[in-house]
């Protein structure tokens, strides 16, 4: 039942979501109890130039 | 002043979001009250490569 | 799949909260199609005094 | 610490973002205390198909 | 229409809350325009045992 | 610079809490690159009567 939300930058490939999901998962229900079963996560992609960091954006801090 | 956030899979038409907006504001404001001027509905469409379940992506789960 | 959350006012009975979740999730599968199995209603109960609308928090514009 | 997240309409300028992200940190800080270090702003562009209003979509509200 | 969400620790008084509500307020339609009417801020407070940064609980790292 | 949200059921203790921000943190780190340096975890617990699934209250589906 529980939900997890991932939001990271753009870029990461499917690859590292597959991964990042498969072991995101695995960590809480052996912390937390229950089952990958019915446990989702989500993921959302923010660009550098809508993330906002001490008052600047991620694409002025981290410029490609 | 309530706000229902709607995360679903991607490739609803416009009309089913303008139905479902509709009937989702009706639900709420028959059950617990209030008027739908001023209820707020925001949909968020998600990839199937951005959603995990029971550990998995649902683009492996699920393939178009 | 989809997840529906609900942000309102403190104060709903588990009555209403009951019916509430069964007519929205009632009309987001009549207007988007799938089935009400898997879908996740949250509901997020806020004060008035960490709600603001227009510059002013709810609990000053709408008192007890 | 503080997360601040921004659901807005698309069609706002990346000047305009950066001004935001600066201001809303400083009123913030001014008004609740920390410092802007650590404090991250995440903006959401929302098309107007996908924002409900009153039970219509903004599309219908709004036509651009 | 905006709506702004700010999570933070708990802790904040009401004072505090009134004037980051108006200040943030400003601060958005300043930058970005429109009117602060149908601009909502929803205020989330967090315990610090509900807080993880950098893989430790917050209130192992900032104990009261 | 990553933000996970935990939505979960009431009940979990905090040395649960510790070991799952600790788990999930080093899930992510180990499949998506970056330091745990910057990465938060915010947990929001939900009451059973807050929580639906199927249209119907976990607190009927579960009833303690």
């Known amino acids: 039942m ?3 939300r ?3 930058f ?3 490939t499917r690859d590292q979501k597959r ?5 995101v998962t695995e ?3 052996r912390t937390c109890g229950g ?3 019915g446990l989702s996560v ?7 130039e ?3 960091s001490g008052g600047e954006l991620c694409c002025d801090l981290y410029p490609d």
Chains 1, 2, 3, 4, 5, 6 share one sequence.
């Open 35 to 37: 089952t990958a079963k």
């Open 50 to 52: 809508d993330w906002g």
């Open 10 to 12: 753009k870029g990461r």
């Open 19 to 23: 991964a990042m999901v498969k072991e």
């Open 27 to 29: 960590a809480y229900v």
């Open 6 to 8: 991932v939001e990271m």
């Open 2 to 4: 529980p939900i997890i």
């Open 42 to 48: 989500v993921i959302t992609e923010v660009d550098k």
